[in-house]
């Protein structure tokens, strides 16, 4: 079972050396507000990407796209060689299953305990219906983000820190391929923003993912990033390994460093 | 001043689209297969069961007052005899549906309202369509439905304890038995005041389900919007219902006299 998937990614991937998403131009406004001008981004396979940027800059809007949830008014936006905007609805769902995002408010649907988030997805889209195979992937991967106490609990028993764990388990359990983190350490205190950067890199290698992460966490963007990119101004000014742009003389881009 | 009337009738009229989308979208799902048998059920519970004590309680008094302000008149003319055929026709053909739906617009539209506008706004709504689940099968689909079935059970139970509230309210001052109150009560009625009643308070259902979904599943950012969707949710969905009440009763005469 695990390993069909895996290989189905794989092929996937494949198709087109390595680059998982691949956005050219794009642009994307709200009435007058013009929010992104003019973004260019290419993510290669298994590589972290980390997104920086100031508040209400369009960090969340980008990945939106990428999921499908907003649609872009220009530009090209390639995922797994597929461009987004050209899929029709089951392409789409297609896609989507190789798809894991993790909300910045964790979104666990709050009428369901932390087992029904789980396999939510499971048999709606999957069409699970083996109630003992569904258990252990549940187990399984509560175990990985270590969570299995709270399997009973309802999201509002849980803490900030659990909420953003069984969120990400829940995208988890799809085995995705690509992984897009909307600010995962925002509101946590230090100790456990540390705890999930680095469950954020043993899942990871774990399950061999390609990951676009965005925070204003420096010390999360130190644990995860191969390469991060600053946003600014609708565009990304610049883009390289974290000491490279700690060393930057531009001090927009050096602010986020002190 | 002409702009000004342009833009409000583009705004109306993209509503009117967006409505129409949105009935598509449910319409879609209802056959789409994987139906939520389970979240149907759930929300059956909700919207039927949860409301049976206020609506009970209402129907109830409503045929008590309404026999106690008509009995006295009627009996001026000596026209007493005809109390219960008049508490069964205008509770069963108007009161009843009217007053339940309205009511239930304002328990379960705007619960219904809030509760989809808050997943919208925690992000629940579209964490479900990025898992490629999809929403409008678990959550609309199955609330529209629940409330197009569960409205008109209500109002049938809030009709027959209406009549059961119009027979204690006539043993106030007189004493009629409960057998001979019923008989007059339904011998007065005819298949014309029954049909019709119940089938628009299935109506009554769908829009209060509808207008609470839209609502809910398109509020906009920030959590303000949500009670935003909850009071609008129930300010339409009464509109709605006074409205379909009004059509309802032309297509009534045009079919039966
Ligand atoms: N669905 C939307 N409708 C209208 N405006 C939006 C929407 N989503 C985001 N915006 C606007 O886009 C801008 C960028 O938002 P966002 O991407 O959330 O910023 P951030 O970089 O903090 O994640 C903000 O000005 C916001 O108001
Ligand atoms: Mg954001």
Known sequence: MDDTLVQEKNTATATDEEVVIRIEHLKKSFGDNEVLKDINLELHKGENIVVLGRSGQGKSVTIQCIAGLLEPDEGKLEVLGKEVRELSSEELKEMRMKLGFLFQSGALYDSMTVRENLAFPLTRVLKMTDEAEIEKRVTDVLASVGLEDAIDKLPSDLSGGMRKRVGLARTLIMRPAIMLYDEPTTGLDPITSREISELIIQLQEKYETSSIIITHDMNCARIVADRIVVMNDGKYIATGTYDELANSPDELINNFFK | ?257
């Open chain 2, 1 to 257: 001043m002409a702009s000004a009337l342009t833009s409000t009738f583009n705004r109306y009229m993209e509503l009117v689209g967006d409505q129409v989308v949105f009935t598509g979208r449910f319409a879609k799902n209802i056959f789409r297969g994987g139906f939520e048998w389970g979240e149907f059920v759930r929300q059956c519970f909700i919207v039927g069961y949860l409301s049976v004590g206020l609506v009970g309680i209402t129907g109830f008094i409503i045929g008590f007052v309404l026999t106690l302000q008509t009995q006295p008149t009627l009996k001026e003319f000596g026209a007493e005899s005809y109390v219960p055929g008049m508490v069964s026709i205008s509770i069963i053909r108007e009161i009843g549906p009217v007053i339940i739906a309205l009511i239930c617009a304002g328990k379960i539209a705007s619960s219904i309202g809030a509760e989809l506008g808050s997943m919208k706004v925690t992000e629940q709504i579209d964490a479900m369509e990025v898992s490629a689940a999809n929403p409008v099968q678990y959550l609309v689909v199955t609330r529209i439905l629940a409330c197009t079935i569960m409205v008109p059970l209500l109002t049938i139970m809030a009709d027959a304890l209406a009549m059961a509230g119009g027979w204690v309210g006539v043993n106030v001052q007189d004493n009629v038995s409960a057998t001979l109150f019923f008989r007059k009560s339904f011998a007065a009625l005819e298949f014309s005041d029954v049909v019709p009643s119940v089938v628009k308070t299935f109506f009554f259902g769908y829009a209060i389900g509808f207008v609470g979904c839209y609502k809910g599943y398109h509020s906009s950012r920030g959590t303000e919007s949500v009670g935003r969707a909850a009071n609008s949710a129930v300010v339409s969905a009464s509109l709605w219902i006074i409205l379909i009440d009004a059509v309802a009763v032309q297509i009534t005469n045009l079919i039966y006299y």
